[in-house]
């Protein structure tokens, strides 16, 4: 159960349960502010050493449930990672808001890829509604569903692989669930974050979400066919992604019109490529 978001397991796959349960209770970084005009002594959440605060539960302790859950989840990371090594896979991890445009973006992709051997694991909450849309593709595809989840972790992941039997040097795409907070803290052995950040955001998400942004190595702006309908300023979305990210690197795309998916699909390549053993 998390201590935080009230999140916690019941994960299946293709709507079946999980061989096995694990013990997941994690706590994670989650604040909230809000404006009052009053004075008196309360907790903001989000300060103290562990970045959270929950009643009843010491920092130290929150940090102790922390650094439990992460490191768990490292090991399964760990060893998605070295099988993806060793079939010299590419994964991205899909990573935005919901309604950014994962799965639309992944079905343009994997039309573009043409005979690329790839496949894909669907996160959300409830229903196998975007593994249906990648399948419809001729894709492989295999749906996890987090329940009360609000993000993969590395052991879903996991087992996921296991269904997907992955081809040597594939694409890998793992669509996570729609949450820019908590799916940046996890690893799950992927080789990228990718977030997803639509024009109809707003220009400031970057700066709310940092986390997110900080973790992702690309960033794609995406519906930007619809930036003039929405006053959106693409270079204060940039901008924003460098100051919280100077590393990033960006792709304006429009999963819609095509625009920029060339540049999208030559950085899978090239991923794809680096993976390769000599
Ligand atoms: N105009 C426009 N709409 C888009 C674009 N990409 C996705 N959408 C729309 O955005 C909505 C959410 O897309 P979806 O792929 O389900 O987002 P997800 O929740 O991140 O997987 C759908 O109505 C899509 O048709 C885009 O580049 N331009
Ligand atoms: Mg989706």
């Known amino acids: 159960m998390c201590t935080v978001c009230g999140c916690h397991d019941g994960p299946t796959i293709d709507g079946k349960a999980q061989a096995h349960g694990h013990d997941h209770s994690h706590s994670h970084g989650h604040s909230h502010s809000h404006s009052h005009d009053h004075s008196h002594d309360h907790h903001h959440y989000g300060h ?35 099988v993806l090594t060793a079939l010299e896979c590419f994964a991205v991890n899909l990573v935005s808001s919901p309604g950014s445009g994962k799965t639309t973006l992944l079905c343009k992709t994997i ?8 496949a894909v694991i669907e996160g959300d909450q409830q229903t196998s509604n975007d593994a249906l849309r990648i399948r419809a593709t001729g894709a492989r595809a295999v749906q996890v569903n987090t329940g009360k989840g609000c993000h993969l972790d590395g052991h879903m992941v996991g087992h996921a692989m296991d269904d997907l039997r992955l081809a040597r040097e594939s694409l890998l795409f793992i669509e996570n669930v729609g949450n820019l907070v908590c799916p940046a803290a996890f690893d799950l052995g992927e080789d990228a974050k990718v977030a ?22 690309l960033a794609i702006l995406n519906k930007i066919d619809l930036a003039p309908y929405c006053d959106a300023d693409l270079h204060a979305y940039e901008a924003n992604l460098k100051r919280v990210n100077p ?18 699909l030559a950085w899978l390549r090239a991923g794809l490529a680096a993976k390769a053993r000599p």
């Open 48 to 82: 103290g050493a562990a970045g959270v605060s929950v009643p009843g539960l010491s920092q130290t302790r929150l940090i102790e449930i922390e650094t439990g859950i992460l490191s768990k989840n490292d090991a399964y990371a760990t060893a998605n990672r070295r």
């Open 196 to 217: 997803i950040l639509s024009v109809t955001e707003g220009e400031d998400k970057p700066l709310k979400y940092p986390d997110m942004f900080t973790a992702a190595k």
């Open 111 to 118: 039309e573009a890829l043409g005979t690329q051997p790839l």
């Open 247 to 264: 590393d990033i690197t960006i792709l304006r795309v429009s999963a819609r019109t095509g625009e920029g998916m060339d540049a999208w």
